[in-house]
């Protein structure tokens, strides 16, 4: 069953995901929204490539949440294989099974049914599904959100593994056939772009590049999400980021780290900028001891003074 079958509420529309989107704390702009509403209505992937921290993985916890499914993540990493993505058999039950049944067999019995035996060794119920897999399992009632984070972190071979479930919504077993999914799950790619990933999978995918947002945008987000910060000192702090995005850095800030830095403002009581609060808090916005060193001290002052003075 096609999700255009069973319909999509909040998403008839580019304006209607715009707002539903909103809704769920998600602030983002037109280009974002049509791009998920094509997403779901081509039944594609949506493929969001970006620095890290502007809200790639974000979009795919609140479609979960928006369409009241289950989110499925697969966090890639370095040396991620078939096993550990999409299925492998359970070897140690196919043992216990074949102990079983030489203690409860005759052995004329057993001779006669070994080719049998071995091929119901290879059932599905021997096999344990991991994420790819478990996105399109045919008992589900409702198809979930399957997020495939930061791909560019697997090597470029497992990129292979995810064509036929990219173009088709199934996955083929050698010892059981192709398995399909009864509803296709919504899936997000994303990238933090550490590595050019392959054309081929692009082609399969809704593409969309999500870059640093507007200072009016980013202010927008951290006043939803910090619904109890005062209005002057996210300003402020939305203006420092933004300056401090400018720098020749290791690692710009991204939106979650402008959010932990205004969380941790609001613990601290700061109703300013002053050079004292910043540098102690420059962790927060910073991950490399580089860029702290670089920052502290007249550089954070002269930003902390700029964003006291009014945003950019």
């Known amino acids: 069953m096609t999700r255009a079958d069973t319909g999509l509420p909040g998403f008839s529309s580019v304006g209607a995901t715009l707002e539903t989107l909103a809704a769920a704390g998600y602030i983002t702009d037109d280009g974002l929204a049509t791009s998920v509403f094509l997403a779901l209505r081509m039944e594609k992937a949506l493929f969001l490539e970006g620095e890290p921290g502007v809200g790639k993985t974000e979009i795919a916890k609140v479609l979960a949440h928006t369409l009241d499914t ?17 299925y492998e058999w359970n070897y140690p039950r196919q ?7 030489q ?7 057993r001779d006669a049914d070994s080719g049998q035996h071995a091929a119901d060794l290879f059932a599905r119920e021997f096999l344990i599904a991991r994420p790819l ?3 399109i399992e045919s008992s589900r009632d409702r198809a979930p959100v399957l ?3 930061e791909l560019d972190r697997a090597d470029e ?12 919504f199934q996955i083929t077993v050698p010892e059981l056939g192709t398995l399909r999914a009864a509803h296709r799950p919504v899936i997000v790619v994303t990238s933090n772009r550490t590595r050019e990933i392959h054309d081929a999978l692009k082609r399969r995918c809704i593409y969309h590049w999500i870059d640093y947002p507007s200072f009016d945008k980013e202010l927008a987000i951290v006043r939803r999400k910090l619904s109890g910060i005062d209005a002057q000192l996210s300003a402020k702090v939305v203006a420092f980021v933004h300056g401090l995005r400018q720098e020749d850095l290791l690692k710009l800030p991204g939106i979650a780290e402008t959010l932990d830095w205004a969380t941790a403002l609001q613990h601290l009581d700061a109703k300013r900028l002053d050079s004292d609060t910043v540098d102690r ?7 490399y001891q580089d860029d702290v060193d670089k920052l502290r001290g007249p550089l954070a002052s002269r930003l902390a003074e700029e964003a006291e003075n009014g945003p950019p």
Request: hydrophobic share 50%; net charge negative; with cysteine.
């Open 133 to 135: 897999l478990d996105a």
């Open 70 to 86: 289950e989110l499925i993540r697969l966090q890639c990493y370095e040396g991620l294989d078939l096993a550990q993505a999409a």
């Open 95 to 101: 043992l216990l099974e074949i102990q079983r049944r």
């Open 103 to 109: 203690s409860t067999s005759h052995e004329a019995a």
């Open 281 to 287: 808090t420059l962790g927060m916005l910073l991950k």
């Open 147 to 149: 997020l495939i984070d």
């Open 157 to 168: 071979e497992f990129e292979s593994f995810l064509l036929e479930l990219l173009a088709e």
